[in-house]
């Protein structure tokens, strides 16, 4: 499709198991950046790609997440020891970097840690 | 710390009405941008409207338009002739800092449409 694209759309694991949420944005987006949605709540920003370079990932709330994008992609957004405060929906955007703020979402993946 | 806020968690409205929504934020900035996104049940965030606070005049989007207020640090969202498929989730929305940056989005309003 044209749009992006992630997956899992549904991710339920157990507290402490590893967990990778992949984004495939849309072709020739060089911006990259996820977010994360708990219930109620606003995006929040986690971390933004350049490329293949994070260029800025301040929103990282630990180490327990890292986001990698090697081939300036598909990017892959990884969290070990998930903790039950981790769920949420997690959201990727890209953007050709064109006119300012017009990202273009995917539908989230939706975490669920028991 | 930049913040957004949005002060009405839900709002509701009679299908072929006008309403608006609120949002204020915070900034030292004096060039920026401001949107508004829309999230229906689907999840996927779209671009409803954009602004630059170096222009004065209010951007418009077929039924949507926006009420800037620069000095009050305001910027709503009208929508017109309200439809069904208006019903969402509303986030307004800055750059994290000036030049195209991840943005920073308030905690939304839920619009519910009435036929």
């Known amino acids: 499709g044209a749009g992006v694209s992630q997956t899992p759309s549904n991710k339920v694991t157990e507290k402490g198991k590893y967990v990778e949420l992949r984004c495939d944005p849309i072709s020739g987006h060089t911006a990259l950046y996820w977010y994360r949605q708990s219930l109620g709540q606003g995006p929040e920003f986690l971390i933004y790609?350049?490329?293949?370079?994070?260029?800025?990932d301040s929103g990282l709330p630990n180490d327990r997440f890292f986001a990698v994008r090697p081939e300036g992609s598909v990017s892959t957004l990884k969290i070990q020891r998930t903790e039950r405060g981790d769920s949420a929906v997690y959201l990727c955007a890209s953007s050709s970097g064109g006119l300012p703020g017009e990202l273009f979402f995917g539908e989230g993946s939706r975490l669920t840690v028991l | 710390a930049q913040t957004v806020t949005q002060s009405q968690p839900e709002m509701s409205v009679q299908e072929a009405e006008t309403v608006t929504l609120s949002c204020t934020y915070d900034?030292?900035?004096?060039?920026?941008?401001l949107f508004w996104y829309k999230q229906p049940p689907s999840r996927q965030m779209i671009l409803v409207i954009r602004q630059e606070a170096y222009k004065q005049q209010n951007a418009t989007e077929n039924r949507f338009s926006v009420n800037f207020q620069k000095a009050a640090k305001s910027f709503s969202l009208k929508i017109s002739d309200s439809q069904l498929g208006d019903a969402a989730m509303y986030f307004c929305a800055r750059e994290k800092s000036s030049g195209n940056t991840p943005l920073v989005f308030g905690k939304g309003t839920r619009l519910s449409v009435i036929a």
């Open positions: 900034t030292s900035e004096s060039d920026y941008y």
């Open positions: 790609f350049q490329g293949t370079g994070a260029a800025d």
